[in-house]
């Protein structure tokens, strides 16, 4: 007997994946048994936190849209139109939902049963491969290179840039696992398993994986009295193991677990079973892998209690930036998103600093950064740069009111330190008197060092002059802008001091093209990555964004490529120097994580051939940029 409803749901789910890979009548099985839901305006779906459903989900008419909660709002980051598939959780995991799923208009769904669909999926290598990628990969649709979609977890990244990051970072694991041979006896094995505290062990022949032995297979087969404790180990273990490849992503460590059914994945050298063992990977290095993608981090900041809990965020986001680079993903990414989280944690430090105060702030104010901070350029845990604008008050409240702030700083800037970020030896910090100002004593300093501009106040100049709005009132900050450039426009002898100063440091090259090195001191014979090859690029930047008027974004590669789009017969030369930049930044961030300092001093030995040649290529440009400089403002390398 023909069920015309259900042939009705069959045509329309064969238009889509992953249905369309299914044969009619299967697809008409799972029509007969879904069941059509009508929601109204508004209407909830699941919420985050409920428990799973039974059923997954299908768009059939109007719009579902999915948000995450952060903090007290609802974030909406995703809308699921037509065909598109939703609720997949339960599918594959049994905690509860990790979002919202609300009507944003009338709209029908069909309710698949789980049960239902699953033994169909599983049959069918395409279907099980869709589903499996839509959820540890978060898209609805990965087959769709143009419109992917999301599909979020808790795990998000809310731009397509750092969802990028979160899907191809390369996971840790275990290097040089424990092994045990398949002959061991149990006994044995097990007490290596406790005395190394380990949960597994590889069981390898000839160096190749055969086997694994899990806490649970000592559990299931030797405490209940299946086997006894003098087994050989290969008459319990697992076999055959799963086998990856080295530098596994992420999202495809937990695609093969998902597909496979697995808590553990044997790395090998070409990812098959007969090369060498070189890891082992846990469903916890997955967990711990996905906790440090950078829209956890920011949740973690968010709802951080104490100064103890950012020193965590801080460790993970230096783990984020090493597997990012191991990656290759671009530098000037990393830097974004590093901002952002950088950023994050000194405004907790703010909060958690006005709750200890007690009392809220006497007056509107402003916590910037200043130098690479305010470039959003502070990859590596290096010393903090800060300042605090805060309302013009009273005569009578001045003093008050800036002891106030000064207090704020102080703490602000001990939390930090104890995060991580060292004080600055130049105390370029709100809790130094002359840099925590009114706006009009701002201003002033700004108009004095522009109108003056000496030696000092061109120093003042390449360091208050990158900043980035952080926390409080940002017209404020806009206010500063104003002056800055309103007092440097067209100003032929404020540009004339500031050029000479990006003069002084010309290519690093000796007259043979070999590396200039430090003669003496501590860092002798190195070579100063920082004050030779990116203090030119980022002086040369900041003059001539200043001098074009670039405003809003002070990163020196961004300065750049602004410039090239507004003097197109430089654009080559610009473009050049935003490359040279961003390969000379890697070089310094590598430089820093490999030995846990600044990276500011590279130990040209320990370069390889290619490297060498890249760091020559990326000082070409600053020869070039210099030349635009020098010969637009009427300068020498003497001047």
């Given amino acids: ?223 209940t009295g299946l086997f006894s404790i003098d087994t050989p180990i290969h008459k319990i273990m697992s076999s055959p193991v799963i086998t990856v490849p080295e530098n596994l992503s992420i999202a495809e460590a937990q695609i093969s677990m998902l597909k496979n059914n697995v808590g553990h994945l044997c790395v090998t050298r070409d990812g098959s079973n007969q090369s060498e063992l070189t890891g082992i990977i846990s469903e916890h290095d997955v967990v711990v892998a996905q906790a440090n993608n950078p829209g956890v981090l920011i949740k973690e900041t968010k709802r951080a209690e104490k100064t103890d809990d950012l020193v965590v965020v801080r460790r993970k986001l230096t783990d984020l930036i090493q597997n990012s680079i191991d990656k290759n993903i671009p530098i000037n990414h990393i830097c974004s998103i590093t901002g952002e989280i950088n950023n994050a944690i000194i405004k907790k430090c703010i909060d958690l600093s006005i709750e200890k105060i007690g009392t809220p702030p006497p007056a509107q104010f402003a916590w910037f950064n200043i130098g690479s901070q305010g470039r959003k350029e502070q990859l590596l845990l290096t010393d903090q740069d800060n300042a605090i604008v805060f309302e013009d008050v009273e005569d009578d409240r001045y003093d008050e009111v800036k002891k106030y702030f000064l207090d704020l700083a102080q703490k602000v800037t001990k939390k930090l330190n104890k995060i991580g970020y060292d004080y600055c030896p130049a105390e370029m910090m709100a809790s130094n008197p002359l840099w925590c100002k009114s706006l009009s004593d701002w201003k002033n300093q700004f108009k004095g060092w522009i109108q003056t501009p000496g030696e000092k106040g061109i120093l003042m100049c390449t360091i208050f002059f990158d900043y980035d709005f952080v926390y409080g009132e940002e017209t404020l900050i806009n206010e500063i802008s104003n002056v800055v450039f309103g007092e440097t426009e067209k100003n032929d002898l404020f540009f004339a001091y500031l050029g000479a100063d990006a003069l002084k440091n010309p290519a690093p090259l000796g007259f043979f093209r070999q590396f200039l090195v430090e003669n003496d001191g501590e860092h002798k014979d190195t070579f100063d990555i920082k004050a030779r090859g990116l203090v030119p690029l980022i002086d040369a930047a900041r003059l001539l964004a200043i001098q074009c008027g670039i405003r809003h974004n002070d990163n020196t590669a961004y300065r750049f490529m602004k410039l090239a789009e507004k003097e197109p017969q430089n654009a080559a030369i610009f473009e050049a120097c935003a490359e040279a930049f961003l390969e000379l930044l890697k070089f310094r961030t590598e430089e820093g994580l490999r030995n846990s300092s600044n990276g500011r001093y590279l130990n040209l030995s320990e370069l390889s051939k290619l490297d060498k040649v890249k760091l020559k290529n990326a000082f070409q440009p600053i020869s070039e940029i210099q030349e635009i400089i020098k010969n637009r403002f009427q300068l020498t390398y003497f001047t």
Avoid at 52 to 64: E, L, R, W
Avoid at 98 to 120: D, G, N, Q
């Fill in 1 to 223: 007997m023909k069920n015309p409803i259900a042939e009705r749901i069959a045509d329309f789910l064969k238009q889509f994946h992953p249905f369309k890979e299914l044969k009619y009548e299967d697809i008409l099985n799972v029509a007969k048994n879904c069941s059509v839901i009508y929601l109204e305006k508004n209407q909830i779906l699941f919420n985050v936190n409920d428990k799973t459903h039974s059923d997954f989900y299908v768009v059939a008419n109007g719009a579902i849209g999915l948000s995450v909660t952060s903090d007290t709002d609802d974030i909406l980051i995703d809308k699921c139109d037509e065909g598109d598939i939703l609720g997949l959780r339960p599918f594959f995991a049994k905690d509860n939902y990790l979002m919202t799923a609300k009507a944003r208009e009338e709209s029908v769904v069909y309710a698949i049963p789980i049960e239902t669909f699953k033994p169909i999926a599983m049959q069918n290598t395409d279907v099980l491969d869709f589903l499996l990628q839509s959820f540890a990969s978060n898209t609805r649709n990965p087959l769709d290179k143009n419109n992917k979609g999301k599909l979020i977890s808790e795990n998000v990244i809310y731009d397509d840039a750092s969802n990028e990051i979160q899907f191809f970072q390369p996971i840790n694991y275990t290097k040089n696992p424990v092994t045990a041979s398949p002959h061991d006896i149990v006994k044995f094995v097990a007490q290596t398993m406790s005395s190394r505290k380990i949960g597994s062990i590889i069981i390898q022949e000839k160096k190749l994986p055969v086997g694994i032995v899990t806490d649970k297979d000592l559990r299931s087969k030797i405490a």
